[in-house]
């Protein structure tokens, strides 16, 4: 009885830890958490009752920062960033809201910078290292008021999307190099809202048209980052500028034009090697929120590259909880982190799918003797998810009496199949500026892709290349022999000034790729917005009655006044 009473406390115990880290915003990139039973019990809220930094030296030993583990929590973010001997970390002293007596002090509220001026209270602001300031008091029965959750985001560009989170302004005095993206606290107060199990449902609008716009290659860093080839409206070199300040504004006026319906993000979110992920993630979303958009997102190689970056299933937990968004990690039994798919249905209340959207984790960079750089081919585990669930999405579709609607079906990842560089490849509409990277081994998820009536697929990665082409196919349906086109493969192009959107000594404009389906004709077509131009670029009809259509080449001058 009494170990199954143990074992009974461990697991509460663990299962405040976990919830106590999700408030702190701490999604470490090795944490391995022990499976937990089911319970029903309710997990009490945690409550922040004090906070400190901690600075560790090589040179001071041993620590005289030592605090009780069963209290102090450690947000798993290095203050320096790495870039010192020693070592600084934030440290939140955390109560669970059922034990708390009337003698316990809450923290209410906190400062940085110089001391606020004391309340007519009577309550003192307390000093803590960093130039923090504390203000505490008794428990009054209520926490709706007290501080919740504590965080650490990095640059002065670092924005805070989560709703009831304030980023404060001032950062944490920490003497650390003048080049290293400055921290910053960012504070939760009460209880936070729970995110909905149901999620709205994406529909077409009452005219039958639903509007993509894919946003690949962000290339985000932890700070402002460096932009090295940016070029004006009339294409002259421009100097080194802050790169993600202008990624953010790029995205906005696009959001701003455009107001789709959904944005993809398709991979290369982060850049390889950043030292603080869930920083330069939030500046990537920030926009897509404020705009009140739903978004998804794949990864690319680089978004979980790095000794400190944070891992696929960290960010993807990051993602997740965050409004608006419609990511998912996808069947454990899948290989990858992000494999899953999305359903556009007909106007309310109708529960009938239109349109289906298919997401997968292309992977990464490895080692090989074939090819530099080679990937990580698309595995057959992804292959086998992807034909059972639209077989079995047709096959739900059969069953209902308006199955004679058209279906527009597209498939997005981050690294192109190698179908993007075969040479019989029929460019239509855009550049191929740059060789195609992709894998040496061709898994033939190109052919699922074929046989399941996929429509099109985009990709992003390489960031010059922006052309959408067909690869005609010799393929046999319902006894037809007639050589089917498609799907067609479309290259985003690069959105984030971060990334290259050079070739050689050539500099491009930076782009998105826009999706405009119509459900009531079962048309598809797609165009580009590309820096200073006005008006769309390359727009092209990619399918018409529900079918991929072959139009013709069209002439490579005029479409556009701008460096396309």
């Not at 009752?49 to 005289?64: E, K």
């Not at 007909?346 to 990464?364: C, E, I, K, W």
């Amino acid at each position: 009885m009494f170990a199954l009473k143990l074992a009974s406390a461990v697991v509460v115990l663990l299962a405040v830890m976990l919830r106590a880290l999700e408030f702190l915003g701490v999604f470490p990139s090795k944490m391995v958490t022990s499976s937990i039973p089911h319970t029903t019990a309710v997990v009490a809220h945690p409550v922040v009752t004090d906070l400190t930094v901690c600075i560790f030296s090589p040179t001071v030993c041993p620590s005289t920062c030592e605090l009780d583990p069963r209290i102090w929590h450690r947000i798993e973010k290095e203050l320096y960033l790495y870039t010192s001997r020693q070592s600084a970390w934030l440290y939140v002293a955390l109560a669970n809201e059922e034990e708390l007596a009337a003698e316990d002090l809450l923290v209410m509220d906190i400062r940085v910078g110089e001391p606020p001026p004391n309340p007519s209270s009577g309550h003192l602001w307390e000093s803590r290292p960093g130039g923090i300031w504390v203000l505490r008091s008794k428990f009054s029965g209520k926490i709706d008021q007290a501080v919740t959750g504590v965080d650490v985001l990095f640059g002065v560009d670092a924005v805070d999307p989560r709703p009831q989170w304030a980023l404060m302004r001032s950062s944490l005095q920490l003497n650390a190099q003048p080049k290293v993206p400055v921290a910053r606290l960012s504070v939760l107060h009460g209880r936070a809202k729970p995110r909905p199990d149901a999620r709205a449902a994406l529909r077409v609008r009452e005219d039958g048209k639903f509007k993509i716009v894919q946003i690949s290659d962000t290339h985000m860093v932890t700070g402002v980052g460096v932009c090295k080839d940016a070029i004006d409206a009339h294409g002259n070199n421009l100097p080194e500028s802050e790169a993600d300040p202008l990624t953010v504004d790029f995205i906005g006026k696009i959001l701003d034009v455009e107001k789709p319906d959904l944005v993809i993000l398709t991979g290369d979110q982060l850049h390889h090697d950043i030292s603080d992920s869930q920083s330069a993630l939030f500046k990537v979303v920030a926009p897509i929120i404020e705009h009140s958009i739903p978004f998804a997102a794949v990864f690319g190689n680089h978004d979980s590259e790095g000794i400190h970056a944070l891992s696929r299933t960290a960010q993807m937990s990051i993602l997740q909880n965050l409004p608006f968004s419609l990511c998912e990690s996808g069947p454990e039994q899948v290989d990858g982190i992000g494999n899953f798919y999305l359903q556009v249905l007909a106007p309310a209340p109708s529960q009938f799918p239109l349109s289906t959207l298919y997401f997968l984790d292309s992977h990464g960079q490895i080692p090989s003797k074939i090819r530099n750089p080679d990937y990580d081919p698309i595995k057959q585990s992804q292959i086998d998810w992807f034909t059972n669930t639209s077989q079995a999405q047709r096959n739900a579709r059969k069953k209902d009496d308006n199955d004679n609607r058209f279906h527009l079906s597209l498939a997005f990842l981050h690294i192109p199949l190698p179908e993007f560089g075969d040479g019989n490849l029929n460019i239509r509409n855009g550049h191929r500026r740059e060789p195609t990277e992709g894998p040496s081994f061709n898994s033939h998820f190109y052919d699922a892709l074929v046989k399941e009536g996929i429509l099109a697929l985009g990709c992003g990665h390489d960031h010059v290349n922006d052309f959408c082409a067909l690869l005609p196919q010799q393929t046999q349906q319902d006894g037809d022999k007639t050589p089917q086109p498609g799907p067609w493969l479309c290259y985003g192009g690069g959105s984030g000034f971060g990334g290259y959107c050079s070739y050689g000594r050539k500099r491009f404009h930076r782009r998105t790729r826009v999706w405009e389906l119509d459900t009531s004709t079962g048309s598809l077509k797609t165009w580009k917005r590309v820096e200073y131009a006005i008006d769309r670029v390359d727009e092209l009809v990619l399918v018409e009655n529900g079918a991929v259509v072959d139009p013709p080449v069209e002439e490579d001058e005029g479409r556009s006044c701008v460096v396309s």
